[in-house]
């Protein structure tokens, strides 16, 4: 048969959640249940992306994201070429523009782009003519993060909507808490957000979101809590008053957990700080699932190349 | 409007699934080493119907699984963004004799794409072919072993396979755009 069913995904960047729609989000969901199950085969790999080539455009530091877009990428069989900024020439001086333009003249398919600066991946977009792949971009979104995490809830809870799922830590500084507020909202969870009021300005209330600086009553009704790592690289030091503090008034630690309800989930994007935002044993007991939302991370990310790389854009879909 | 003919009706299509079970049974003498294996979306409930078929004549349950082949295709740069299925193969391929089982042939690709998911589920002894529906323009050098019914087709014309599972009656019709 040639007629093969198409998901209703036309889009040939993934740059942010805020603009996709509980239907994409959903689209990338179930595609990433069928990609996990290809990393539990003794074959961990499919020719979806053969003869592709990707490249990892990575402006900012990074390991585990750039691992798992770079696995990603080699289980789909495309070619990957990782860019780091310690050996480019954007240390030379050399414009973003530029940079991409090169690599484009290599005739790269998909850039995946972290960058320090908010709107770098649409800044991209618009010129390039392969897909772009945001995989952090300074403080405004982290999409495929929050594609994982939402996915780690619905496989654990079995769905998103009506859950209760509360952002611990810090939001102002945090991409992490940008995405995961569109895509929570999207999917129809009630959305606390709790930290040091420094860090948790009020005015995300207008997002939609329940703003509270009582972690107690921020975790007691709980279904998830995802706890956010201090950005100590993109804060000034007069936010709070020290790290003890900190893990005093916000930090998860055995007592506050004991109040959480029976089923509730664990979460943490990593790399974890173990006794400042949650206690080391919390971090470990079954209700965590940080390891797992590693595994589902490379299985969203395989869903989101091989999304944007079919994903021909609006214009070139007619007919 | 599209004109529309039917070419299986309910009964016709049990019956077709019944001779076709009974020609894996002939073709197959070794009962315990066949394992079904439905292609999504079309093949999966004829394969499970062949399976329940086949235990009625050997006696035993027959493995049934369900492959997604979206991820081996060669045209997926000139189709939109395919809907990936489930793939569900609860059990060892290597050594067996695999059934593969699909609504409609027709160009092969899906098919080849098919026998490339499964190289990577193991190694079968052999791979056998069963459609419902033959509907000829094949683009690649493969053949069925197990035929409900020929139909040779123009290809301004479609088959449309309905099944009760997926909510409509049992039918094949054959479509021809306006």
Not at chain 1, 37 to 47: C, F, L
Not at chain 1, 300 to 313: S, T
Request: glycine share 8%.
């Amino acid at each position: 048969m040639t007629n093969i069913t198409t998901a209703g995904w036309h889009r040939k960047h993934l740059l942010d959640i805020e603009s996709l729609t509980a239907e994409e989000i959903n689209i990338v969901h179930d595609t990433t249940r069928a990609f996990k199950a290809v990393g539990e085969r003794a074959i961990k790999k499919v020719p979806a992306l053969r003869g592709k080539t990707v490249i990892n455009l990575f402006i900012e530091p990074s390991t585990r994201t750039r691992i798992s877009f770079e696995l990603a990428a080699m289980r789909l069989t495309a070619d990957v070429i990782n860019f780091s900024v310690e050996a480019s020439s954007l240390k030379k001086g050399e414009t973003l523009k530029d940079t991409a333009r090169n690599l484009e003249a290599l005739n790269a398919d998909i850039i995946i782009i972290r960058h320090s600066a908010a709107g770098a991946p649409h800044f991209l977009s618009r010129f390039l003519r392969g897909s772009v792949v945001n995989a952090g971009d300074g403080a405004h979104e982290h999409p495929t993060q929050a594609l994982l995490d939402t996915y780690t809830i619905r496989e654990k809870k079995g769905r998103v909507a009506g859950l209760n799922v509360t952002i611990l830590g810090d939001i102002l500084y945090s991409r992490v808490a940008r995405s995961n507020i569109h895509a929570l909202l999207k999917l129809g969870a009630n959305v606390t957000l709790c930290g040091p009021s420094t860090l948790v300005p009020k005015v995300f209330e207008q997002m939609g979101c329940k703003v509270t600086y009582n972690v107690d009553e921020a975790i007691a009704e709980a279904d998830v809590i995802n706890l956010l790592r201090i950005q100590h690289e993109r804060q000034r030091k007069t936010m709070f008053p020290s790290i003890g503090e900190y893990t005093n008034l916000f930090g998860l630690t055995k007592a506050r957990f004991a109040k959480t309800q029976p089923d509730v989930l664990i979460m943490h994007p990593g790399p974890i700080n173990r006794g400042v935002e949650i206690n080391s044993e919390v971090a470990d007991c079954e209700r965590s699932v940080v390891l797992e939302q590693v595994t589902n991370g490379l299985a969203v990310r395989m869903a989101v190349l091989f999304l944007v790389n079919g994903g021909k854009g609006p214009q070139e879909i007619a007919g | 409007m599209p004109e529309k003919t039917t070419i299986l009706n309910a009964q016709a299509i049990h019956r077709v699934l019944t001779r076709i079970a009974h020609e894996i049974v002939e073709r197959n003498d070794s009962a315990q080493s066949i394992v079904i294996i439905g292609v999504q979306r079309g093949g999966i409930h004829l394969a499970e119907r062949l399976g329940l078929l086949l235990k009625g004549i050997w006696g035993h349950p027959v493995p049934v699984g369900q492959l997604d082949v979206s991820m081996h295709r060669d045209d997926l740069d000139q189709h939109g963004v395919p809907n990936i299925q489930p793939t569900v193969m609860p059990f060892d391929i290597n050594g067996k004799t695999v059934v593969l089982v699909d609504d409609v042939l027709f160009s092969g690709r899906t098919t080849r794409a098919a026998l490339d998911a499964l190289n990577d589920f193991g190694r079968p002894r052999r791979i056998q072919l069963a459609v419902l529906i033959d509907r000829g323009h094949r683009e690649l050098p493969i053949k069925p072993d197990f035929v409900g019914k020929n139909v040779p087709t123009a290809t301004n014309e479609s088959i449309d396979v309905q099944l009760k599972e997926t909510g409509g009656e049992d039918a094949v019709y054959l479509e021809k755009s306006a």
